[in-house]
């Protein structure tokens, strides 16, 4: 199982003392973050993809390519990559060259995103967010899987006898994920190609989440890709540790009160009650975290989300030692409780050996072919 | 036609309150005419709630089973005072946390509060476009109380325009209880009827 961490990329005061970051000083503190996940043994960090203030990745392929070379085991992600108002073939092409650099260690996310002025920005409507990534991604596929594309569709500019460059590395487009927080068309499509299927988990009581895995898993079984718990899925999840968990409390609350997504609502106990938000000792992090299989099985991808509210980068940087401490046992107690058979997430070298396989088996066979005409 | 539910809404503010008063004449002028199981809704009780789902976007506590029950009900009476000259904020944020569809082609009888009579027409100008916009069926009569008919000599005045009101609910009622969508929610399961992938597809034209 790989555990991970994913960035929104929000730049916001710090509530306890009103200091601000600038774009340079949050852009240099997610790559700390990123090379600080690698350190204390994490396999996975995502960003987020935005072209608003108060965000700061526009450009995750710059963001993670400069990751990547200051990085050796790291998996780099997106949290999520907007298939929606982003030109397939500029997908295809940016994360090629990423997955190029950074020798595989690329995967993808795909998501909509949900505000709204960025679709007339980048020539679309928000009305049509699933029609542009259902085509967008059909598209974007094939661009990664066919050296020469010949394509038309309802959104954008056709393609005759196009070749995206770079190819993917070693002819092995990067896996993808699909993320939907409740849109079932989402969950069909990752299920339907077979691709991953993550939820964003954080914000919404579980059973929104374990309905869209449920749906996604028996879906991804009814075409042929394997049984339901065979499936991919990843989640989210939110934390804030402290060795003892009323210093945690009395540390978090402020930025928890005024947090852009639900800050001034409700009390940071309830939102813990009735969303994954964790907010404590690193004993009840692990159980909390181990309670999240109980309703969506065994998962691949559990990817934390712990830069964000105004907290300041030291602090950011603690929770990650913390996150690493308790790494050992979240492994163990995950490993100790999962089915036989269910399958890793999907990586480069997984895809690339399996693939390989593949092509053994077919001249196996056609060799096999060949013998039975001698006869 | 058997047992229906008439969920009252409430949305007065102080205790006791005009706006609880109306709601309950209301309530017991449709139980008068017709079998009819009444559930009253203070939103006061459930404000916090509310607010957070306007924060969050989901549901928590008592406000989970006060949706279920406006949208699984036969029927509303929906009582806000006027405050400003339309509902009160609390009121409307109460329907604008409900989802979509959850009030189509429901019956609801729709009545205000407030301390005067020249804010009557609120009823019409705001109330009405409010639950014409959320597709619901509203009886013509809209029953205003105003301090003066709290009077003995303007009570029978408005005992009337209440009884009138809660005859035409109990007909729209009878009514949608023989046609087959009428009254009841129309709010959609999304995972009920996701098309597979290539039906989706050519269904969108992609």
Known sequence: MQFGIFSVGDVTPDPTTGHEPSERERIKAMVRIAQKAEE???????????????FVPSSPTTMLGYIAATTEKLILSTSTTLITTNDPVKIAEDYAMLQQLADGRVDLVMGRGNTGPVYPWFGQDIRNGIDLALENYAL???????????????FRTPLKGFTATPRPLDGIPPFVWH???RSPEIAEQAAYYGDGFLHNHIFWPPEHTQRMVQFYR?????YGHGTPEQAIVGLGGQF?????SQDAVREFRPYFDNAPVYGHGPSLEDFSSQTPLTVGSPQEVIDRTLSFREYVGDYQRQSFLIDHAGLPLKTVLEQLDLLGE????LRAEFASRRAPGTPDAPTHASLLAASKAKIEDASVSSVSSVSSVGK | MGTSSVVVISAGLSQPSSTRLLADKLGAAVAAGTDVELTVIELRDLAHHITNHLLTGFPTGELVSAIKAVTEADALIAVTPIFSASYSGLFKSF???LELGALEGKPVLIAATGGSSRHSLALEHAVRPLFSYLKAVVVPTAVYAASEDWASAGSTELSGRVGRAARQLTALMAGAGSSSTAGKSVVKDPFAD????????????L
Request: glycine content about 10%; overall charge positive; cysteine-free.
């Open chain 1, 40 to 54: 204390v043994g994490l396999d996975v960090f995502a960003t987020g993809e935005h072209h608003n203030p108060p």
């Open chain 1, 140 to 154: 974007l596929r094939r661009l990664w899987r066919e050296d020469v594309v010949d394509w038309e569709g309802k």
């Open chain 2, 194 to 205: 996701v098309l597979p992938f290539g039906e989706m597809m050519r269904a969108r034209g």
């Open chain 1, 218 to 222: 028996q879906r991804f079984a009814h």
């Open chain 1, 326 to 329: 308790i790494l050992p046992t």
């Open chain 1, 240 to 244: 804030f540790m402290r060795r003892k």
């Open chain 2, 95 to 97: 329907f604008d946390v």
């Open chain 1, 179 to 181: 993320g939907s927080i």
